[in-house]
């Protein structure tokens, strides 16, 4: 082969090259979630949790309804049956643990250094990654969150006693909840990239999660204060009855959606910060 | 072609590639050697923006790699075959990276059959041996066709006819004009393989020559020689300033003196000779030689 056809067949290379386009990055980031059995096991889990969970306690209510006390039925609060804290604290698991497995098993693999071989735009991979997440995350939560209000307050309907979305708080409490997916997933994915290891990031989103919140003494203010910040009591907060007050340092609603909402965007500025600074 | 200029990685206090210059040209297979810790898997990952120089430059067809938005039509690369998620099909790891190049699913299945893996496609790769992942690093290194291309220690865990395939394929490679570096810490895998030898150790440029020239330069004539009076013989030798050793059987190993200086030597002497052997040092030992030097050499000066 002589000079001038290799220069030839290196300039036709060159011209061949698409636009470097974004939603490239999604479709690859949407086939490597997609290509994992894990991802299915979390979103089965997430949806099975949930539903059977918010049909339980709604038809636990449903047998004992006739048993109740006057007041007792007079204070019932219909929506903590579409969403119990047993069943959701293996959503709120399932959530944190896609979103740290989504980067802190590439990190830990070395698939990471693969991936940045082939998309030097080590920013662009972090967005992409991010967005595919927060959406898939986000549509789960809409049909779970859904389908566990509407199967539970079905159920109740038949004692006079479920609620319609239309019912002061209810709608609050679905948006709510459905928003709590991606937020954890987020939260996950920010301590992947922190970690880079899988069994320490689910650990970590856990604890900040779950165990944290059992942490502070709700009496004094400024613990309580503390607590009401941290994403999981936020979002408890919003999906609580507006008649019913837990304890006297209550969150505001207001507060309680900037609690649940700064959480991801922390978690991810941390993700897209560490991702670009550190060496894979 | 890649351009490494005064390039330097610090790690702590531990410097791994120190004030390397170096130019990778197309049209020919460049080994890269040195032994375990010499840099090459450093000096590769600094080629591809993984890691950040700390100081000096490299540039690939004149363009710094990290500065790309793509990757994959510039340079094919194969650093470690354990850099794949283990959870995923081989199919599914090349589409996801394929997608991310906006290359289409066809090549996928093209470079899947080159690579002879199209008939476990779809199997998990975290049960593949390391032949068959290093046949996947390959196949994702083609992917986008790139006029680049590197390799890192792509021989480990491949049978010999795995061996002779990649040989080929990176001759093939080169002839098509592209550029092709392939590290290795193994002389022997590269003499049959590459036609332009770059040699590092502890992070420095030993050696840059075509296997040729490096043979010629690094390859000694050695004559061995038995006789019933070695005593006799090696004060001979030493007296004309050649050198002389012992072979593990007991006859003597001549450096510097030709086989017709020795016998007349021995002639003159009055010395008996029994017989006279000329062997050459092989490529292995001229580069374990190189290196061990360069080992001892920067070992001694710590000190």
């Known amino acids: ?53 918010s049909v339980r306690a709604a038809l636990a209510d449903h047998h004992n309804w006739p048993g109740y006390s006057a007041e007792r ?33 590439e990190y830990a693999s070395g698939q990471i250094r693969t991936t940045f071989a082939a998309v030097p735009a080590r920013s662009a991979v972090a967005a992409a990654k991010v967005l595919v997440l927060a959406t898939v995350m986000l549509v789960v939560g809409v049909l779970t969150a859904g389908v566990s209000f509407g199967l539970s307050q079905a159920i109740l309907a038949d004692r006079g006693a479920g609620a319609s979305l239309g019912d002061p708080g209810a709608l609050r409490a679905v948006v709510a909840s459905a928003l709590l997916l991606p937020v954890c997933a987020l939260i996950g994915l920010g301590f992947g990239a922190l970690l880079r290891h899988t069994a320490p990031a689910i650990v970590a989103t856990t604890g900040l999660l779950l165990l944290l919140p059992l942490a502070f003494d709700l009496e004094n203010r400024w613990t309580a204060a ?4 941290l994403p999981v009591p936020a979002w408890e907060r919003l999906v609580a009855n507006p008649y019913i007050q837990f304890n006297e340092h209550l969150a505001t609603v207001p507060g309680s959606w900037v609690a649940l909402a700064a959480w991801p965007v922390v978690a991810t500025l941390v993700a897209a910060l560490v991702v670009h600074r550190r060496e894979p | 072609m890649i ?26 297979v460049t080994g890269f050697l040195g032994p375990n810790g010499a840099g090459k898997s450093t000096t590769l990952r600094l080629l591809l923006g993984l890691h950040r120089p700390t100081s000096g430059s490299t540039l690939i067809d004149g363009q710094r790699f990290a500065a790309r938005r793509r990757g994959l039509r510039h340079v094919g690369a194969l650093l470690d075959a ?6 995923r099909s081989a199919r599914s790891h090349l589409r996801a990276l394929a997608a991310s190049n906006a290359i289409g699913r066809s090549r996928v299945d093209e470079v899947l059959g080159e690579v002879g893996l199209t008939g476990v496609a779809g199997r998990r790769i975290g049960g593949f041996s390391l032949g068959m992942k290093q046949r ?7 992917l986008g066709d790139p006029p680049t291309l590197l390799f890192d220690e792509p021989f480990n865990g491949l049978d010999p006819a795995g061996v002779r395939w990649v040989r080929e394929l990176f001759r093939r490679l080169a002839a098509e004009g592209r550029t092709v570096l392939v590290s290795s810490h193994l002389m022997s895998e590269m003499e049959q393989t590459a036609q332009h030898l770059v040699v590092i150790g502890r992070g420095e440029l030993i050696a840059d020559e075509s296997l040729a020239e490096f043979a010629a330069r690094s390859v000694q004539t050695q004559v061995v020689v038995r006789t019933p009076d070695p005593a006799a013989l090696t004060v001979a030798v030493r007296e004309v300033g050649a050198d002389v050793g012992t072979t593990p059987e007991g006859a003597l190993m001549v450096t ?24 050459s040092t092989s490529l292995e030992e001229a580069f374990m030689n190189l290196t061990a030097d360069r080992v001892d050499y920067r070992a001694g000066e710590h000190r």
């Open chain 1, 226 to 229: 503390i607590h009401n910040a």
């Open chain 1, 73 to 105: 039925q007079a204070a019932f609060d219909p929506i903590h049956d579409a969403f119990p804290e047993e069943g959701w604290l293996f959503v709120i698991l399932a959530a944190g643990a896609v979103g740290a497995v989504a980067i802190a098993g």
């Open chain 2, 136 to 142: 996947l690093g390959i196949a994702a290194a083609l």
């Open chain 2, 256 to 279: 510097g003196l030709s086989p017709t200086a020795l016998g007349d030597l021995a002639f003159t002497r009055g010395i008996p000779v029994h017989e006279l052997i000329t062997r």
């Open chain 2, 82 to 87: 354990g850099d794949v998620h283990g959870g």
């Open chain 2, 3 to 28: 351009e490494i200029r005064d390039l330097t990685k610090r790690y702590g206090r531990t410097t791994a590639v120190d004030r390397l210059t170096l130019t990778v040209r197309p049209g020919h």
């Open chain 1, 1 to 53: 082969m002589t000079a001038s056809t290799e220069a030839a067949r290196g300039a036709g290379r060159r011209a061949v090259e698409p636009a470097a386009r974004f939603r490239d990055l999604l479709a690859s980031e949407w086939l490597k979630l997609w290509s994992l059995r894990s991802t299915y096991g979390s979103m089965a889990l997430i949806a099975v949790s949930a539903m059977l969970f």
